[in-house]
């Protein structure tokens, strides 16, 4: 009897055991899938923010080529001012002579 008593504390313990290594092997588990759910949240996040600074430098860039286009509208607006300034200056320089002619 006494066998079989130490025969059945063996078999509890080994399996008391088995218990704790399963345990212990679901908490090891349960702790890399915790792990994994941070490392994929702060990916998403990082994701997210990189994605953020790419439109915001998609839009600065925008901003540049929109100030460029309108330097160069007005650009083109001055020159033209000038060019029909300059015409004006050469019709009255050429009408100078006739008028000053018909005074006399």
């Known amino acids: 009897k006494m066998q079989e008593r130490q025969l059945a ?3 509890q313990e080994r399996q008391l055991d088995d218990k704790m290594q399963e345990s212990q092997l679901a908490d090891k588990r349960h702790e890399r899938q915790f ?15 990189l994605y953020k600074i790419e ?3 998609n839009r600065r860039h925008e901003l540049q080529i929109e100030q460029e286009r309108n330097r160069r509208h007005d650009l083109q607006i001055e020159q033209e001012r000038n060019r029909r300034h300059e015409l004006q200056c050469l019709e009255h320089q050429l009408r100078m002579p006739h008028e000053l002619a018909n005074i006399d």
Do not use: N, P, S, T
């Open 9 to 11: 504390d063996k078999m």
């Open 55 to 57: 439109q915001e430098g």
């Open 35 to 49: 792990q994994l759910l941070v490392l994929f949240c702060c990916l998403a996040v990082g994701r997210g923010i």
